[in-house]
């Protein structure tokens, strides 16, 4: 495909469950972000990857949330016993040198 | 803390004239500087961005400007166009980081 893209587009998920989400990066882009955009707000970063390896992990905000890209391509952000203030837009974005392209983000609302 | 701050949430600008957003960031390590675009239901779109080597960048109607002492940046956009409305973010990074520090966004509105 042309750009980035991310499934669900739309996810609803009850407090506790697990929820799981996808991103495919641009082919032969090295580096894939993830980062969760609160609204009114700019995103804010979770984690990042250089092919396979996840070198920084530093945004992730606990350790319900957690972050694969087992063959450097397709990523997944897993999140586990989901809470409220889980709710957001989450964004995949990848670049091969500079600029991150984004993808249209996975929007999860947690009742 | 806020890194990188938009104190304007919004904007609104005739049709034609110049639209001008501005940054503001407080890590002196920031070394390249980006703006981004963004439409409802998409994601950030790339527009324009400038290393802290330089103080201005253009790219057609779309104009960066850097202020390293004042930490100050500001995208200008001339003429603006009703398809200019979206939201802007600008983001920093500094080398060895990779991830992007985004600012919370200014809304653009181009009234006819």
């Known amino acids: 495909g042309a750009g980035v893209s991310q499934s669900p587009r739309y996810k609803v998920a009850k407090r506790g469950q697990d929820v799981a989400l996808r991103c495919d990066p641009i082919?032969?882009?090295?580096?894939l972000f993830w980062y969760q955009q609160a609204l009114g707000q700019g995103p804010e970063f979770l984690t990042y990857f250089q092919n396979e390896a996840q070198l920084d992990k530093s945004g992730l905000p606990s350790d319900r949330f957690f972050a694969e890209r087992p063959e450097g391509s397709v990523s997944t952000l897993k999140i586990q016993r989901t809470q409220q203030e889980d709710s957001a837009v989450y964004l995949c974005?990848?670049?091969?040198?500079?600029?991150?392209?984004f993808g249209p983000g996975t929007r999860l609302t947690v009742t | 803390d806020q890194q990188v701050k938009q104190n304007s949430p919004s904007l609104s600008v005739q049709e034609g004239r110049i639209s001008i957003l501005n940054c503001d960031y407080t890590n002196s390590m920031f070394d390249y500087f980006l703006w981004y675009k963004k439409y409802p239901a998409e994601g950030p779109t790339f527009l324009i961005s400038i290393s802290s080597i330089k103080d201005k960048n253009e790219d057609g109607r779309f104009t960066v400007f850097l202020n390293k002492s004042a930490k100050h940046l500001s995208l200008h956009i001339v003429p603006s166009q009703p398809g200019d409305s979206a939201v802007y973010f600008c983001a920093a990074s500094f080398q060895g980081a990779q991830k992007l520090v985004f600012g919370q966004g200014t809304r653009l509105t181009i009234n006819p």
């Open positions: 082919s032969g882009h090295v580096s």
């Open positions: 974005a990848s670049s091969l040198v500079g600029e991150q392209y």
